[in-house]
Nanobody, 121 residues
Framework: QVQLVESGGGLVQVGGSLRLSCAASGSIFSTNIMGWYRQAPGKERELVASIDRSGTINLADSVKGRFTISRDDARNTVSLQMNSLRPEDTGVYYC???????????????WGQGTQVTVSS
């Protein structure tokens, strides 16, 4: 069974840093695009950052200059380094990945269970 497991959320003060990690496990042939979304209370889920296998990165304007995303294809992991955190960064952060499964014949999209990030002022 394929799953994405996140870690690294928590409570931090304004200006602080957190690092989120996500590991894909199970019968995975390879990974494609991996990324992070977040959902604040009362708001829709939004893309924070994504990275493809070539290293091309897409960052939301609100996090440019503060967040960085990286991946380790050997370990099927993606990480989000969050610096200079603001109260508006508060929300549940979800890992998302397009994974090749079934021996590489099928590309499916998966979500992690979410990890809470709270930035207090």
């Amino acid at each position: 069974q394929v799953q994405l497991v996140e870690s690294g959320g928590g409570l931090v003060q304004v200006g602080g840093s957190l690092r989120l990690s996500c590991a894909a496990s199970g019968s995975i042939f390879s990974t494609n695009i991996m990324g992070w979304y977040r959902q604040a209370p009362g708001k829709e889920r939004e893309l924070v950052a994504s990275i493809d296998r070539s290293g091309t990165i897409n960052l939301a304007d609100s996090v440019k200059g503060r967040f960085t995303i990286s991946r380790d294809d050997a370990r099927n992991t993606v990480s989000l380094q969050m610096n200079s955190l603001r109260p508006e960064d508060t929300g549940v952060y979800y890992c998302n990945a397009d994974l090749y499964v079934a021996g590489g014949t099928l590309l499916k999209n998966y979500w992690g269970q979410g990890t809470q990030v709270t930035v207090s002022s």
